[in-house]
Every structure is written in C-alpha cells, then in structure tokens.
C-alpha cells in the first residue's frame, strides 16, 4: 500500500488551508498563469524568496516587543494611564503569545503552515487596529491580546516552515533569518518611535502582515507537512519547485517518505512510549534550550538597559534604546553566515560563555559601585563599564543564544508530535519570558548586582546543558538528525 493510500483519510480531513499554488502545478491538467506546462518548467521558486516571505511574520513580531518602548510616556499622557496600567499593557502581549503558543502546533498541523501564517495574521492587524483607534483601556488591553495571540503563533510556524522547505546545507543560515527580522523588527519600532506619534506607529505596526498575506499565495506548502497529509503529488510537486526542476530530487523524496511512514505506523502516542530515547532527548533538548534562552534575563536586561545607560552619563534613552536595536541586527546578521559555517552548538557554547563573562562585568561593576561614593571619579567609569557589559551581551546573545534554540527546536522534534511538542516548547519559551519581564524589576530592586550574578549563573549552566545533551546538526537532513535519536 503506498504512502498516500495509507494516507487517504487524514488527507480527506486536512486540507491545507492555502493550496500549493496551481499557478506551478507540473501536471498538465492544472491551469497555470504561465500558459504553458514549458514555461512552468522554466520557472521555478527559490527558498529565498519563501523565506523573504514568511520573514514578514517575524517582523511583526519584533515591531510588537518593541512598539512599547518609545510609545510610554506619550499614552499614558494621552489616555490618562497609570504606570501600572501602561505596564499590564505591555505585558498582555506575552499572555496572548502563550494562547497562541498553545494552539500554534495544532493549527500548523491540521490547516497546513501557510493556513497557519495567514490565521496568525488577521488578529495581528485587528490589534493594530484597536490600538490606534483607542480611547480607553479596554481597546488598548484588547489589541495587545490579540497582538500576542497571533505573535504566539507565528513564532512558533516560521521557523519551523523554513527548517522544511530549506537544504540541509543551507538551513541553519535560512531559519536564522527567523531571529533576524524579530530584531529588525524591534529596530524599526525604535527608529519610528522617534519620529511618529503612537496612534500613527500602531497603523505602520499592520503592514508587514499585510505584506504578508497575499505573499502566503505565491510559495509552496511545506514539502514535509504534505507528505506526513498523504499528499503525494502536492509534496512532491512542493520539493520540485523548492529544488528547482532541473534537480533531482529522489535521494530527498524517498527519505522523507520514509520517515513519515514510520512515524505513521501508530497514530497515537502513548504516554509510556515518552520513555523511549527517540522521543524524550529531543524533547528536553528544544524545550530545555527555549526555557534557558528566556532565563538568561535578555528580556530583562534589554527592558531596563535605559536605566544602566542613564548611570553611564547618556541623557538620551530614545537614541540609546535604537543603538540596542542596531546592535542585535549586526550581530545577528553575522550568525546568518557563521550557523552553516561554525555549527549550532559551537555558537550555542561560544554565546553563552560570552553572555557569561560580559554579565558578571556588569555584575561587579554594580557591586564596586554600591560601595564607592557617587563623587568618586571610578563611579563614572563603572557606569560605562555597565554599558560595555550590556552591549557585549547583547551581541553574545544574538550570535547564539537568540537563534540557535528556534533552529535546534524546529529540527530535532519527532515529526508524529511535532505540534503538540512544538506548541509546548513555545509555550515554555513565552511563560519564562513573561516571568522574567515581570520579575526583573522586582529583582533589581533587591540587588542589581545580584540580578546579573543570576543571569550570569544561568549562562554558566546553558553551557553545561550544551556541552552534555545538544548534538551538531550543521549539513545533516531533518531525517538524519531524527534518526540519530534512535
């Protein structure tokens, strides 16, 4: 029995929400804008284009961790806020990235990556919407809800999608782009944030979704999610035009087809079979590495790095904050080139043993600082040595730690639990996120250098984590690597 006859009634109940794109069908019977099955033939899309694509949905996400920041002050003193009220505010994005995170694999599984994005989109530029039509809290609390809803979803669909689509010897550099539009995402709402009033910052937050919407109908479904549907021809119709249809594509064909089928030999997944080996060492891996990023405190460091810089003598927190932002792009956009090139755990290592270091400089420099008078000339020079501490994580943390766990994650997970695995995973990812905003203040209050002797403890411990359980999967297949598990 073929893998698509197996298939036949998860085929018949899981449709993809938005088709392949009969506009590329290699089948002579499906019409085509081209007019031609030839000129199909010469035409072919490539996984940059898809990944420019889906890009646009990390891009939102970025400009919605970064729309509060240069937006505080302006409505609180135009709707009438308290500190308290602008706070929770800022914080029900991450309570709707945590509904979203929940429903994420589920909805990328049943309607398909594409019918994913694009339900990831609509609640997106609603919440924009809402917010920039606001009187009151209620629009306000509304559209962030609904922000972080479809925030949740996408960060968890677009680097898994890109993983599929991509080659192996291409794909840590591609779903690196995943960590790279979030930062220029924060980095636009930054620079925006200087120059435009926030009613009219919250309107510029619905274009990339926008963009994004009718770009979903010109790329392919992921190749992997029509084949585990039992689509067939769709799937390899898919890796064709990913591959380009002068590529021999069998070698990939029959290796995904083969793991499908052995992980749909059983449909449901006893709790027991968690045990195995297979199951529970990737498992812990990509949730264990997403919970540690978020632990780090880069959340916490980056919400409160306008305080750190006011120690060090910068009068302007605006231009301060967009330097940040500036900062993460650059540093990101050199681990595009190193993640094929060094290797996920050699970042991962490097990455955290930097953010290490530079944490307990700034560290000691509070704990020096809290013990010298505030007319000493050394009082000047640790404040910049804080700043030079903060800077230097901040490019450790995008080298590695921001990117690497969403790749590790979206290429070790088991195919058959990937959803619910990967909504867990993100789940985990979005509650330790929240915690740490949430407690960050509370922790420098106690101690600030304590809270960055925490940091730096949790840093320390990412590259035991490491060293012990993350394995190397620069140049190797999704298939490879999941079989390695075995």
């Given amino acids: 029995m073929s893998l698509r006859e197996e298939n036949e009634e998860g085929r018949d109940l899981k449709k993809p929400f938005l088709h392949t794109g009969s506009w590329y069908r290699m089948s002579g019977r499906q019409s085509s804008v081209f007019g031609s099955t030839q000129a199909m033939r010469d035409t072919s899309i490539s996984v ?23 937006t505080q002050s302006a409505i609180i003193t135009d709707l009438g806020l308290s500190v308290s009220e602008f706070s929770l505010f800022g914080s029900l994005s991450n309570v709707g ?61 677009v680097p898994v999608y890109i993983a599929e689509i991509s080659p192996p010897n ?13 930062t220029i995402g ?59 249809f002068d590529t021999d594509i069998s070698v990939e064909v029959n290796d995904i087809k083969r793991t499908v089928a052995s992980s749909s030999r059983r449909t449901t997944l006893r709790f027991a079979e968690l045990k195995q080996r297979r199951y529970w060492l990737p498992l812990m891996i ?17 919400f409160y790095s306008s305080t750190i810089f006011q120690s060090a003598g910068i009068s302007s927190s605006d231009a301060a904050t967009f330097g940040v932002g500036a900062v993460q792009v650059l540093a ?26 530079s944490l307990l400089v700034v560290a000691i420099s509070f704990y020096i600082k809290a013990s010298i008078s505030e007319t000493s000339s050394m009082y000047g020079i640790l404040g910049i040595l804080s700043m030079v501490g903060v800077v230097a994580m901040v490019i450790a943390f995008s080298l590695g730690m921001g990117a690497m766990p969403w790749i590790i994650m979206s290429e070790i997970l088991p195919i058959n639990i990937k959803g619910l695995a990967g909504s867990f995973a993100t789940l985990s990812n979005w ?56």
Avoid at 50 to 70: D, E, H, N, R, W
Avoid at 193 to 215: K, M, Y
Avoid at 332 to 357: H, I, K, N
Wanted: glycine content about 10%; hydrophobic content about 55%; some cysteine.
């Fill in 97 to 157: 990235a945590m509904v979203g995170a929940i429903a994420s694999g589920q909805i990328a599984e049943y309607i398909g990556r594409k019918g994913s994005l694009m339900i990831a989109s609509i609640p997106n530029i609603i919440g924009w919407l809402a917010i920039s039509f606001a009187k009151d809290t209620s629009f306000l609390y509304m559209g962030r809800l609904l922000e972080g809803f479809g925030v949740g979803i996408i960060s968890y669909t």
């Fill in 431 to 486: 509650f330790f996120s929240w915690l740490v905003t949430l407690t960050a203040n509370l922790l420098l209050n106690w101690s600030s250098g304590g809270t960055f002797t925490i940091y730096a403890a949790v840093c320390a411990l990412t590259v035991v984590f490491v060293i012990i359980w993350v394995p190397e999967t620069k140049g190797k297949s999704i298939e490879e690597i999941q079989w390695s598990f075995r």
């Fill in 170 to 182: 291409m794909r840590g550099g591609l779903v690196s782009v995943n960590q790279l539009s979030v």
């Fill in 286 to 302: 990509g949730i264990g590495l997403l919970i540690l990023q978020q632990l780090s405190g880069i959340n916490g460091v980056l």
């Fill in 48 to 70: 940059f284009a898809c990944v420019l694509i889906v890009a646009l949905g990390p891009i939102q996400f970025g400009f919605t961790a970064g729309y509060t920041s240069p």
């Fill in 186 to 244: 924060i980095m636009l709402a930054y620079l925006l944030g200087i120059f435009v009033q926030w009613r009219i910052l919250a309107i510029l937050g619905i274009l990339p979704c926008t963009l994004l919407i009718p770009g979903l109908f010109f790329i392919p479904e992921s190749p992997r999610w029509l084949a585990k549907m039992g689509m067939t021809e769709e799937f390899e119709t898919s890796l064709q035009v990913l591959r380009g």
């Fill in 332 to 357: 990101t956009s050199l681990t595009l080139w190193l993640a094929d090139r060094s290797g996920r755990r050699l970042l991962l290592l490097v990455s955290a043993t930097a953010m290490t270091f």
